[in-house]
């Protein structure tokens, strides 16, 4: 496939993303489009962070390397999070050191084992900053030759498509707290609290048909189809706590 | 380190009415080691409910009928919150299997992980509903061990 053919593929369907939870499979078509398996995006990581897990955002990785990459805190020595201390360039590595024998001494031999049970023998990674003033890595794995600088070129203005467009539905979900009415949280609570429609009436003195309408209200300010989802989107973006 | 996965692996229902077993022996059998509860979700009127398991792995009062999802989120690890409610979101679109693995805190301070199992089924009106089960999960390490009963 052309090079324009599969950027103007993939741009599409990365602005089509609608929601966050679309991002997984997004990140995981960019990899496999370049020849690599996985897509991550995450925090990038501070000083005295220790685990990478919390870290993660959205990520095609298998949880059994994160664990294992936690258990022995290799983020504390990973070579390639140290280099961003300097500089925000791309960058690269090949765990078969290909195109530079030198890279060999910078990986502790336990962390390059891992990864290379992981089938993480190249990789890239990609820093953006979001409006939150917080850096975030967009991160490709997988088993091929070294990225050519033309494909690297093309995977990172991918790259921050996606970030672009995972940052602005993760910023968007934010703004909507402010968005619901005193009435509406009061609803979204008691629901979250096991409380039916009727009960919630009598709690509020009002019918449940007025309550049902909040709720609806509520559901379609928040993207929700039912209110199992109201209240678990209320929690995760701590609306109700 | 909450983790979910979608992905399933279907397995024919394994035939213990052939060697004299029965589906009480099943859970006794689930619950005889560790707690394990057992729930269902209203998709559309947002109402878990929960066997009196469910309050005790996560050491909340039980009350009949619906139980209050804040609090059982109160008791769930902060770094963990944000993936499991995104998993109920999710499922609840997917309307298929999941399962989840996270960490709880107890009233003591102790964390400990549990890990719930939905799988989703269709009603006769609406979204349907999601049975599940929930249980504690130990470290996988190799033990022995015999409970006088």
Partial sequence: MLIAERQSLLSSEITAMESREHCTDVLRRVAQSFGMTHGSIMLVPSPGDVRLLPLVLESTLPIEFGHEFDRHQFIRYCPVVCKFADSILPRTWDLKFRSDPDMEAEWPPAMRDLMMRFGLVIGVVFVFPSPDSKLYFVRFDGDRPPLAQCEMNELSMLAMTVFDQYDRLRRNELMHVDVLSARELEVVRWTAQGKTSVEIGQILSLSDHTINAYMTTAMKKLDCVNRTQLVAKAIRLKIIQ | ?149
């Fill in chain 2, 1 to 149: 380190m909450a983790w979910r996965s979608y992905e399933t692996r279907h397995r024919p229902l394994e035939n213990y009415h052939a060697i004299g077993l029965h589906e009480c022996d099943v859970i006794a059998l689930a619950q005889a080691m560790q707690l394990c509860g057992f729930w269902k979700l209203d998709i559309d009127k947002g109402l878990f409910f929960g066997t009196k398991q469910i309050s005790d792995i996560f050491e909340i009062e039980h009350i009949e009928g619906p139980m209050n999802i804040q609090q059982l989120a109160e008791r769930i690890h902060p770094d963990d919150l944000d993936h499991v409610s995104e998993t109920y979101f999710r499922a609840c679109s997917a309307r298929g299997r999941f399962h989840t693995i996270h960490r709880i805190i107890t009233s003591t301070g102790v964390v400990k992980h549990i890990r719930s199992v939905g799988l989703h089924r269709a009603t006769d009106i609406g979204s349907g509903e999601y049975r599940g089960m929930l249980h504690e999960l130990f470290p996988l390490q190799p033990m022995a061990s015999v409970v006088a009963l």
